[in-house]
């Protein structure tokens, strides 16, 4: 199966930027696509963005899009998430998942997705 290692967290001033990196760790990677989702203080988790793997196409949440662009390196078997312009709003803990073509499909419900990783925090201070 897959395993997912999330990195990049941290703490940052509103205006700032991190990247954070989802390795995925497996004999043979055969995942569909790969998704983060996060799940802020008080809330729902929430959807954020996905690449389908075949052909690099990408989803991205309305509440950050035109700042946070997802991206892969196949020959890592990573998936990056770069967030510009934080907000104090998209502190919360960011997870990466993997699914197959069920998750792409309907991406925005988190109990499709197959697998997930641990979570890095990230906190955005105004």
């Known amino acids: 199966q897959v395993q997912l290692l999330e990195s990049g967290g941290g703490l940052v001033q509103a205006g700032g930027s991190l990247r954070l990196s989802c390795a995925a760790t497996a004999r043979t990677f055969s995942s569909y696509c790969l998704g983060w989702f996060r799940r802020a203080p008080g809330k729902e988790r929430e959807f954020v963005a996905a690449?389908?793997?075949?052909?690099?196409?990408?989803l991205t949440a309305y509440s950050v899009k035109g700042r946070f662009t997802i991206s892969r390196d196949s020959a890592k078997n990573t998936v990056y998430l770069r967030m510009n312009s934080l907000k104090p709003e998209d502190t919360a803990v960011y997870y990466c998942a993997a699914g197959g073509a069920s998750s792409w499909r309907a991406y925005g419900n988190f109990a499709t997705w197959d697998y997930w990783g641990q979570g890095t925090q990230v906190t955005v201070s105004s």
């Open positions: 690449i389908r793997w075949s052909d690099i196409n990408t």
